[in-house]
């Protein structure tokens, strides 16, 4: 039987990355989400049948888009560095609505939630290979130092992309020197720390 064409199911997923947002997911409470939403706690059951398929579907909405981006960025077609450079750009440009779903990612890691394990499969199938086969690309073409192990680049890629970010972010004017890079110019410094590490005279040469 086909779903309805309503505005049910958009309502009762931002009503749920509220409430998951403010209480997590153990203690948001389906009544309040439904009420939130303005529908009944029968519709959200229509739509999830439990609470962490209600949780999964609000991760998969905003993953979806960032993914859809990601392959995008990280399209073959160009080289290793520009790609590099725009996944580190994208990160830099995270929305709120991503920064509320990175936290929840976060709580349940803390936690080792069966929920996470779901979490990281889905990962393990979505945005890990895009950046795994830029790893082996850049390993083949020179550009990644074909002595590391994949699985160390890519963790490397994912600590400097990322936290360096959100740690910015969360300073903001707070930051304890002045004239810090942020954004856009952030995301460059990084690229550039990865591909040529922080020792004096590795810098690469701007053009």
Do not use: N
């Amino acid at each position: 039987m086909a779903r309805p064409r309503t505005d049910i199911e958009p309502r009762i997923l931002a009503a749920a990355r509220k409430s998951f947002r403010e209480r997590g997911v153990e203690a948001a409470s389906l009544r309040a989400i439904a009420r939130d939403a303005g529908t009944s706690i029968g519709m959200i059951y229509y739509y999830y049948p439990t609470k962490d398929e209600l949780f999964f579907a609000v991760v998969e909405e905003t993953y979806q888009k960032l993914l859809a981006d990601l392959e995008r960025l990280l399209a073959p077609e160009a080289s290793v560095d520009e790609r590099l450079g725009r996944l580190f750009e994208r990160v830099a440009q995270v929305s709120d609505e991503e920064v509320v779903i990175l936290r929840l990612v976060a709580q349940e890691g803390l936690l080792q939630s069966p929920r996470f394990e779901r979490l990281v499969a889905r990962f393990l199938r979505g945005h890990v290979p895009l950046v795994l086969k830029t790893v082996f690309d850049g390993v083949r073409e020179g550009t990644l130092d074909s002595k590391r192990h994949p699985i160390v680049l890519l963790l490397a890629i994912f600590s400097l992309a990322g936290p360096p970010q959100l740690i910015r972010r969360a300073l903001g004017a707070r930051v304890p020197v002045p004239g810090a890079p942020e954004g856009t110019a952030l995301a460059q410094e990084l690229v550039d720390v990865l591909l040529h590490g922080i020792a004096p005279g590795r810098t690469a040469e701007k053009p």
